[in-house]
């Protein structure tokens, strides 16, 4: 196991977007085998994901959100988060965490509740007091 100072929090960068998209990807296929069609699955490639990122981190300042990447100086990029303002109208909830992903063999060592936490913080600069977990799962 690793050491919480091995591991880095971040701000992602457009130089992560293809990181991030390995990311997506690798994390769908450990998680979701069994679960999702595996025509979604075989759907899945890191261009097209690195696509979808490369638009959501340009967007960015527009979307008030940010990705913080979590990564190890062996390992690179090992998983993201993604989180800001609020996207579906709530009428309760400003916030939201959109997505948090971490490779297979680095998941239960604390990254993921350290990616929620810089989420939380960024989502308490933008002066929001609540916020919510949002998972949207398209099927075809």
Do not use: C
Not at 53 to 70: D, M, Q, W, Y
Not at 81 to 105: C, D, F, R, S
């Amino acid at each position: 196991m690793r050491r919480d100072h091995d591991i880095i929090i971040r701000e992602a960068s457009a130089a992560d977007e293809r990181g991030i998209a390995r990311i997506h990807v690798d994390a769908w296929h450990t998680t979701y085998a069994g679960i999702m069609p595996d025509s979604v699955l075989k759907a899945l490639s890191y261009d097209k994901s690195e696509k979808q990122r490369r638009k959501f981190i340009k967007l960015h300042p527009n979307l008030g959100s940010k990705t913080f990447v979590a990564e190890t100086e062996h390992d690179g990029i090992v998983g993201f988060a993604g989180g800001g303002h609020e996207q579906g109208g709530h009428a309760v909830y400003k916030g939201e965490l959109y997505a948090i992903y971490i490779l297979e063999a680095f998941q239960r060592m604390g990254i993921g509740t350290m990616l929620v936490h810089r989420v939380v913080d960024y989502i308490k600069s933008l002066g929001l007091e609540n916020m919510r977990l949002v998972k949207t799962l398209r099927l075809a």
